[in-house]
């Protein structure tokens, strides 16, 4: 279902094991319209923005061989792009938003997803079950007219569970990439540090 890559490979076994670029990931959090609109929602949009730091860092030595935000804001295949930190979808001239993805990317020209979940209280099997990513994904599909990377950014502990969901995914070539923290922690020490209060 999915597709990989030799350079994808190689930036996702990065990304598993770098430490956050704090210092990056809240200069795009001050400048995060969702922050400012849902304050509430600060680890989950912190994380998204973590992971972003650590991938602008790792594919800064590829150059031009990955490219971030490839989509343009159009109309195509009956599907709306726009951008509001992140990219949004609207099916035709729709007034609410059918999904959004946390981060899309060229890497050797093979569309990439990544989506971060950070969330203490996530189903596994729900977020890798291959028939919603399925039907999540078909705008980029019907946008790029080509199948998709698919990578799913979870905290530690989920990624060291085993269920039949996890091996469906992996079997069809999605990528699972461990967050720096577990669910419990990562929200424990958000809750103590000092990025929340330098905001």
Not at 162 to 186: L, Q, T, W
């Amino acid at each position: 279902m999915f597709e990989q890559n030799d350079l994808l490979n190689e930036i996702t076994e990065q990304l598993g094991c770098k430490e956050p670029c704090y210092e990056s990931a809240t200069e795009l959090l001050r400048e995060s319209m969702r922050f400012r609109r849902n304050q509430g929602e600060l680890p989950g949009i912190l994380a998204e923005y973590i992971t972003r730091a650590n991938l602008e860092d790792i594919c800064s030595l590829y150059g031009d061989r990955v490219v971030f935000d490839p989509v343009q804001p159009v109309l195509r295949s009956s599907w709306s792009f726009i951008y509001r930190d992140n990219l949004v979808v609207f099916k035709e001239q729709g007034l609410y938003p059918f999904t959004e993805y946390d981060q899309v990317l060229l890497i050797d020209k093979l569309p990439v997803v990544i989506e971060v979940k950070t969330g203490c209280g996530m189903k596994i099997n729900s977020i890798l079950e291959i028939g919603r990513l399925e039907h999540w994904l078909q705008p980029l599909k019907d946008y790029f007219e080509s199948r998709l990377g698919m990578v799913m950014v979870l905290p530690k502990d989920f990624t060291r569970m085993k269920s039949k969901a996890m091996d469906r995914f992996i079997k069809n070539k999605g990528i699972v990439v461990p967050f720096y923290s577990d669910s419990e922690g990562y929200r424990r020490g958000m809750e103590k540090s000092e990025i929340v209060h330098r905001i």
